[in-house]
């Protein structure tokens, strides 16, 4: 009996035995988990704090290129109370995304930008020759305009003056005068001729015949001759489409105005001729050469020669 209370006793103290070492092998299995754990953690942090130093360098490095601040001058920066990370951060994506729109750095873009400067220079120093030439000649023609101005009106006035008394002389009892078409721009105005020959009520020189419009036109130059004297004057057969009537008249203003000056008229009209102090005819031979023979009126003396 005893022994069987022994054997129960061991098997009792065996069982205690298994199962503290039961518990025990849980504890230090958990103990085991927990350092597994702790390890990973470990080295999680380890990796963490890595990639943090490496993005501060990264930081530190784009502050200096893109700021020129160095970590203690970041570190002395306060941010201002309004800052906000996200919208910051939003704005930057924004900025690097309008950066990478502008492409790529142009190595070349600073000579460039020199060779356009000194073109712009050039430029605009040719501009400012161009302004000064334009200002300068805007007061040339303000000179010219004046000038132009005061004589065109003191010989308007002359000319005015003197063409009646001319047309009185080649149509008598006729009446004649010269109007302008804007007296309020004297620069650009035109000059219109009225002429009413004695007979006729008539003013518009369309209506006139040819030896009256020859007479008017006539008129109008030696009323010209008039105002501003000349040393002599050069006429082609403006008499021709003249009657003897009309001839003697404008002989009798060529009689007045070879009082100052000299006349030079190229004329097929005897009459003509006949008040002139020297002629030259020009005429051809049958071998072709020409021919000028000139004579004095005032003298019986031919004198003739060849060309």
């Known amino acids: 009996a005893r022994a069987e209370q022994d054997r129960t006793l061991t098997e009792h103290t065996h069982k205690q035995w298994q199962a503290t070492m039961g518990t025990q092998r849980d504890r ?26 490496l993005k501060l360098e990264q930081a ?31 704005e930057l994506k924004k900025a690097e995304r309008d950066l990478g729109k502008l492409g790529k750095v142009n190595p070349l873009a600073l ?20 302004e000064r030439a334009r200002s300068d000649l805007r007061e040339v023609i303000e000179d010219v305009d004046d000038t132009i101005l005061t004589l065109f009106t003191e010989a308007w006035r002359d000319v005015e003056a003197e ?4 047309f009185a002389t080649l149509f008598p009892g006729g009446a004649g005068r010269l109007v302008l078409t ?8 035109g000059i219109e001729v009225e002429a009413r020959p004695p007979g006729k009520k008539v ?12 007479l008017t036109a006539l008129a109008m130059l030696v009323a010209i001759f008039r105002a501003r004297p000349s ?31 000299q006349l030079i008229v190229i004329t097929h009209q ?11 005819g020009v005429t051809m031979r049958g071998d072709g050469v020409t021919r000028v023979i000139s004579q004095r009126m005032n003298s019986s003396r031919l004198v003739t020669r060849d060309r």
């Open 182 to 189: 804007d007296p309020e721009d004297m620069l650009t105005t």
């Open 203 to 214: 003013k518009r020189l369309s209506l006139l015949s040819g030896g009256e419009k020859s």
């Open 60 to 90: 530190l490095t784009q502050a200096m290129e893109q700021l020129g601040m160095n970590a203690q001058s970041l570190l002395a920066e306060e941010l201002p109370e309004d800052f906000d990370r996200v919208e910051t951060a939003a």
């Open 231 to 261: 040393p002599f004057y050069v006429m082609d057969e403006v008499e021709a489409a003249l009657d003897d009537v009309n001839l003697r008249r404008l002989i009798a203003l060529f009689e007045e105005l070879r009082k100052d000056s």
């Open 28 to 53: 230090v299995s958990a103990l085991v988990a927990q350092l597994s754990r702790s390890t990973d953690s470990a080295h999680e942090a380890d990796l963490a704090r890595s990639q943090a130093q």
């Open 270 to 280: 005897k009459p003509t001729m006949d008040v002139a102090n020297v002629l030259y």
């Open 163 to 166: 063409f009646p008394k001319v």
């Open 111 to 130: 000579e460039e930008y020199k060779a356009l400067e000194e073109r712009y220079s050039f430029l605009s120093n040719q501009l400012d020759d161009v």
